[in-house]
């Protein structure tokens, strides 16, 4: 098992390599055995969904591993990783950053986040619209939130065969992201543009991305 994730975990490499993206290896639903091949291929920062799943493994593994929230956060369970997650990916509203805000000032701690932003034709999504997002940020309301940084924004694209469909969709979320650079806002120099998985990263890649989630092409199926 250790030999395939490492093989796996190479080939993406060398693969993402002339584009400059990361890789984000996504744990969820894989045994702490697998985090941990992936851990001695080098890797400190893994991917997660839910925060049932991350707390046990947060406890079990070690303590320099830096956890993504990449799924849907309820208000309600931010105050369980508000005092040691790395990055929430997945802010998808402004209720939910305020409870971010208000949890990371209870630990007297800024909480870096990613806004995760709707840009699939698909219904199910979470996320910000893009103009919402920009009218938002325009509008200067993001002083209000101290303890988050933000850091950049995250987009998932359609589960498509429709490659151009994909690319499209990715390439109008690294559009937003240099059109929100631009705009200068007091505080906020986005870095990260997380987009690609397993079926489209190579696609994400070739348009944009700094950084790739990616579990099953690395650990295998679900
Ligand atoms: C599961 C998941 C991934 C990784 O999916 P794969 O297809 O296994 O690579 C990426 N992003 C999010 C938000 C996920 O939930």
Same mark, same amino acid.
């Given at each position: 098992m250790d030999e395939n994730i490492y093989k796996n975990l190479k080939a993406i490499e060398n693969e993402l390599q002339t584009f400059g993206t990361s890789l984000l290896p996504v744990t969820k639903t894989f045994s702490n055995e697998y985090i941990m &091949? &992936?851990?001695?291929a080098g890797y400190r920062q893994? +991917? !997660?969904?839910?925060?049932? !799943? /991350? @707390?046990? $493994?947060? !406890?079990? /593994?070690? $303590?320099? @591993?830096?956890?993504? *929230?990449i799924g849907h956060l309820q208000t309600n369970k931010v105050k369980y990783i508000a005092p040691w997650i790395g990055l929430i990916q997945s802010v998808d509203s402004e209720k939910l950053l305020a409870e971010i805000n208000k949890q990371a000032g209870r630990y007297d701690r800024k909480i870096s986040c990613l806004f995760q932003v709707y840009i699939a034709t698909e219904e199910t999504k979470f996320g910000w619209d893009a103009h919402e997002l920009k009218k938002w940020l325009v509008e200067g309301n993001l002083a209000r939130y101290p303890h988050v940084e933000i850091k950049g924004l995250m987009g998932m694209a359609s589960f498509s065969e429709d490659k151009n469909l994909v690319r499209q969709e990715l390439r109008s979320l690294k559009q937003l992201f240099d059109s929100i650079n631009a705009m200068a806002i007091p505080g906020l120099d986005l870095k990260i543009l997380s987009m690609g998985m397993s079926g489209d990263? *190579? @696609? &994400? &890649?070739?348009? +944009?991305?700094?950084l790739v989630r990616m579990g099953s092409a690395i650990f295998g199926h679900r």
């Open positions: &091949a &992936a851990y001695s893994f +991917g !997660e969904n839910r925060v049932q !799943e /991350l @707390i046990p $493994k947060y !406890e079990e /593994l070690p $303590k320099d @591993i830096e956890w993504h *929230l990263y *190579l @696609i &994400a &890649a070739e348009e +944009g991305s700094t």
